[in-house]
T-cell receptor, first 112, second 114 residues
Framework: KQEVTQIPAALSVPEGENLVLNCSFT??????LQWFRQDPGKGLTSLLL?????REQTSGRLNASLDKSSGRSTLYIAASQPGDSATYLC???????????FGTGTRLTVIP | SAVISQKPSRDICQRGTSLTIQCQVD?????MFWYRQQPGQSLTLIAT?????????ESGFVIDKFPISRPNLTFSTLTVSNMSPEDSSIYLC???????????FGPGTRLTVT
């Protein structure tokens, strides 16, 4: 069974700092990987989706990379802002059938 | 993208009772998904609900405990039956996903069982 791990569990950084969140998965035979942010009471917001054939995706200050062979993905956030404070989740779709395996998340706090 | 709403947003229920959670999507979708997020844990898929067929449950989840309805292409319900404190979780519905498509989530229903 696919297992997804996220390190660190929590991270606190000063505003303006660049940061990297890590996600690892045990079975490299994935279909795609998606990064979400979770805000209290607001469900999950999709940030980036990387297909298995892609190496990275970018959206604004966010860049996600995927190294499928090593079972790793990173989410890079540039010039962090207090509004980036949230829990960040990565999720792996193994078959394309939408059964996502989620990591336990990284809780990010950006200090003004 | 899809806009998803859920009702109720939160509830406190007594042990042994049942709660039905509603999920409404602003567009027609083939598949809808129900997830559970227990305190301090990650999300786990409960079941996939296709319109016109029985829901497909993941290992560890059974229809008697989590009956699901999918009467049309924009709506689904999840019932949490005979609740115990261990059912205290956030329940989320989602749509989309698969291949190149992102998966979208509702705001969740925070359930507390006392």
């Amino acid at each position: 069974k696919q297992e997804v791990t996220q390190i660190p569990a929590a991270l606190s950084v000063p505003e303006g700092e660049n940061l990297v969140l890590n996600c690892s998965f045990t079975d490299s035979a994935i279909y795609n990987l998606q990064w979400f942010r979770q805000d209290p009471g607001k469900g999950l917001t999709s940030l980036l989706l990387i297909q298995s054939s892609q190496r990275e995706q970018t959206s604004g200050r966010l860049n996600a990379s995927l190294d499928k062979s090593s079972g790793r993905s990173t989410l890079y956030i540039a010039a962090s802002q207090p509004g980036d404070s949230a829990t960040y989740l990565c999720a792996v779709d193994q078959t394309g059938a939408n059964n996502l395996f989620f990591g336990t998340g990284t809780r990010l706090t950006v200090i003004p | 993208s899809a806009v998803i709403s859920q009702k109720p947003s939160r509830d406190i229920c007594q042990r042994g009772t049942s709660l039905t959670i509603q999920c409404q999507v602003d567009s027609q979708v083939t598949m809808m998904f129900w997830y559970r997020q227990q305190p301090g844990q990650s999300l786990t898929l409960i079941a996939t609900a296709n319109q016109g067929s029985e829901a497909t449950y993941e290992s560890g989840f059974v229809i008697d405990k989590f009956p699901i309805s999918r009467p049309n292409l924009t709506f689904s319900t999840l019932t949490v039956s005979n609740m115990s404190p261990e059912d205290s979780s956030i329940y989320l519905c989602s749509v989309g996903g698969g291949g190149i498509y992102e998966q979208y989530f509702g705001p969740g229903t925070r359930l507390t069982v006392t």
